[in-house]
């Protein structure tokens, strides 16, 4: 079983929606999660981090976080050409006190 | 990120030929990290290092080695390049084991 899962996409929303990027974990100890967006061809840019349960909002960012269920997901408002990209899901844990990562899900945004 | 570096940033290469890849951080970052990133797999950690001269094996480290000698270099060698080491290879820097910045890669192509 993969540390990190995501779906892989590709994921296509209209221009001016909301996307909602899913991920799921199997290391219960996982401390930190991370999302970054890969654009083709570009290294990874973090775009945001969670630490705790709960909601935790960056502009048009929302990062969700439910460690009892595992779950971590990104929502992206008012969805933009621009934001088309690879989102990669990330969780460091103490297992090894490395990052794992999720092969990415592919978003395109529609004009 | 503007503080990373990674020479070369494209090689090709024969089997057999010893490569060395080369991570260059102005970020006085005590954390580095060397990954590869293929289809499918998404980024996999190959070694870290948690300060000069300390290093560890990340999940896919047969056939590489690492040194850091000071703190702003993290080399990466493949002893004898295999086909299968043919990826991209990204390079990141963390103030801490939580954060990872990444360079922008190294297209390595063995033949």
């Known amino acids: 079983q993969k540390e990190v899962e995501q779906n892989s996409g590709p994921l296509s929303v209209p221009e001016g929606a909301i996307a909602s990027l899913n991920c799921t974990y199997s290391?219960?100890?996982?401390?930190?999660f991370f999302w970054y967006r890969q654009y083709s061809g570009k290294s990874p840019e973090l775009i945001m981090s969670?630490?705790?349960?709960g909601d935790k909002e960056d502009g048009r960012f929302t990062a969700q976080l439910n460690k009892a269920s595992q779950y971590v997901s990104l929502l992206i408002r008012d969805s933009q050409p621009s934001d088309s990209a690879t989102y990669l899901c990330?969780?460091?844990?103490?297992?090894?006190?490395?990052?794992?990562f999720g092969t990415g899900t592919s978003l395109t945004v529609i004009p | 990120d503007a503080g990373i570096t990674q020479s070369p940033r494209h090689k090709v290469t024969e089997t057999g030929t010893p490569v060395t890849l080369r991570c260059h951080q102005t970020?006085?970052?005590?954390?580095m990290y060397w990954y590869r990133q293929d289809p499918g797999h998404g980024l996999r950690l190959i070694h870290y290092?948690?300060?000069?001269?300390?290093?560890d094996k990340g999940e896919v480290s047969d056939g590489y080695s690492v040194s850091r000698s000071k703190t702003e270099d993290f080399l990466l060698t493949l002893e004898s390049a295999t086909s299968s080491q043919t990826s991209v290879y990204f390079c990141?820097?963390?103030?801490?084991?939580?954060?990872?910045?990444f360079g922008p890669g190294t297209r390595l192509l063995v033949l």
């Open positions: 290092s948690y300060g000069v001269k300390d290093t």
């Open positions: 290391d219960r100890v996982s401390q930190s």
């Open positions: 990330a969780v460091f844990t103490n297992t090894g006190n490395q990052f794992y």
């Open positions: 969670i630490y705790s349960n």
């Open positions: 970020e006085n970052h005590r954390y």
């Open positions: 990141a820097t963390g103030a801490s084991q939580e954060t990872q910045y």
